[in-house]
């Protein structure tokens, strides 16, 4: 008896039955969220209603809910960070977090996590501010559902939509993210799920890792941003089901890889962007699945990747299909669909009976003399292009699909 006493006493001072509602607005006795968050006891829920508040950096140190009530606006009048969280377990819901301080020395932004776990940030709209959402060592926390808008005009001026440094097991979920100077950043994160977010039109990535283990991105759309996403230093990421559609520019890329390893890329579409992916110091990387369509390049890989395999993906209308600046290749290319291959199927396997090289001769030009573009489709380089296919001399022998698709693969 005594034990089933003890455990009903537990479960009274943990029921949130217990918890008191606080309620926040003109017409309530509490018109001020610092004020009632100074009222409240850990577990409390406070309900704001809407309207304009302007109360300079609001800092919840307790664990509670903090619900919005038709989006109240929480503004920082460009002069302060607008809500810091600092206790674990906290939620807010359904506000608008609008003009926070601009500074990059103590890096303001709408909501910033510090040292807090289990928090969720979910369903609101975060406007103008330096940065949106900033987590720094936290674990186990949610960003899920919100609406992150700016207006950078160059990287310095602006900081990241969702930016997570030193955190393990987060969950960045269904968030639309615009107009920063990376959309989603990662660096020394480990552990931690990107879902179904959109990242469009941002300065320079839409999503960009560093130094981040064993995270996993899924189903995002990473359109007109600078670049689309760049994996940096970083080892077992999976990536699969994005789209990377319509980055261009000089140095625009759908996905940059750069000294990575030990990683998986399926089911992407790559859609009109320069380069579809470009790699650098990579290993050890499988990619099968994608679909690269309408980019300048299709892939870009660099002399010094090495041991990743490139298989069962489809090649279809790019200007180039591949590209490289060495002569040794270290990696296997096969069993691809490409729309160039002009081979044939006397045994009806489904896979042409000789060999397809996606390295054209032009491509290896174009690589070392960019200008050398103005040529693109004349007769003499289509000619070049065609004879080094059956003699190669300015591409390497080795880079070669042994059995390439004659059809493309339903992805």
């Not at 969950?171 to 977010?197: A, K, L, M, P």
């Not at 890329?265 to 990619?287: A, L, P, V």
Request: hydrophobic fraction near 40%.
């Amino acid at each position: 008896m005594k034990k089933i006493g003890c455990i009903v006493l537990s479960v009274l001072l943990t029921c949130p039955l217990l918890a008191a509602t606080i309620r926040v607005g003109k017409q309530h006795a509490i018109n001020s969220i610092k004020g009632a968050i100074k009222q409240s006891r850990a577990g409390d829920t406070i309900l704001v209603a809407a309207g304009l508040y302007k109360e300079g950096n609001i800092v919840v140190d307790k664990r509670l809910v903090l619900l919005g009530e038709n989006f109240p606006a929480l503004d920082g009048q460009h002069k302060y960070e607008v809500l810091t969280i600092t206790a674990d377990s906290t939620i807010v819901k359904g506000f608008r977090v609008q003009h926070s301080g601009h500074a990059s020395l103590d890096d303001p932004g709408g909501i910033k996590i510090l040292e807090a776990n289990y928090v969720v940030i979910e369903g609101n709209v975060l406007y103008d501010n330096f940065f949106g959402v900033y987590v720094q060592y936290g674990k186990h926390c949610v960003i899920k559902n919100n609406s992150l808008v700016a207006f950078g005009k160059e990287e310095q001026q602006i900081g990241n939509g969702i930016h997570c440094w030193k955190s393990d097991s987060l969950q960045i979920i269904g968030n639309n993210i615009s107009g920063h100077r990376d959309g989603i950043y990662f660096e020394f994160v480990t552990g931690s799920v990107i879902w179904r977010n959109i990242s469009t039109g941002n300065i320079r990535y839409g999503l960009h890792f560093m130094f981040s283990n064993n995270d996993s991105y899924f189903t995002n759309t990473f359109k007109n941003n600078g670049a689309g996403v760049a994996v940096m230093y970083s080892k077992q990421v999976t990536m699969m089901n994005n789209n990377f559609e319509q980055n261009w520019g000089d140095a625009a890329y759908g996905l940059l890889l750069k000294e990575i390893s030990d990683s998986y890329i399926s089911g992407n579409q790559f859609r009109k962007n320069t380069s579809g992916i470009w790699m650098e110091g990579t290993s050890r990387i499988k990619m099968e699945r994608n679909a690269f369509v309408q980019n300048g390049w299709a892939m870009q890989v660099q002399a010094s990747c090495m041991d990743n395999l490139i298989t069962d993906n489809n090649f279809i209308a790019n200007t180039f299909d591949m590209g490289t600046n060495g002569d040794v290749v270290l990696n296997t290319v096969a069993s691809n669909y490409w729309d160039k291959c002009e081979g044939y199927d006397l045994d009806r396997n489904g896979f042409a009976d000789v060999p397809f090289r996606p390295l054209s001769m032009f491509s290896v030009v174009v690589e070392k003399n960019p200008s050398a573009m103005l040529l693109f489709r004349s007769f003499l380089v289509s000619l070049l292009d065609r004879s080094e296919k059956i003699f190669p001399s300015l591409t390497p022998e080795q880079f070669i699909d042994k059995s390439p698709r004659m059809k493309p693969l339903p992805l």
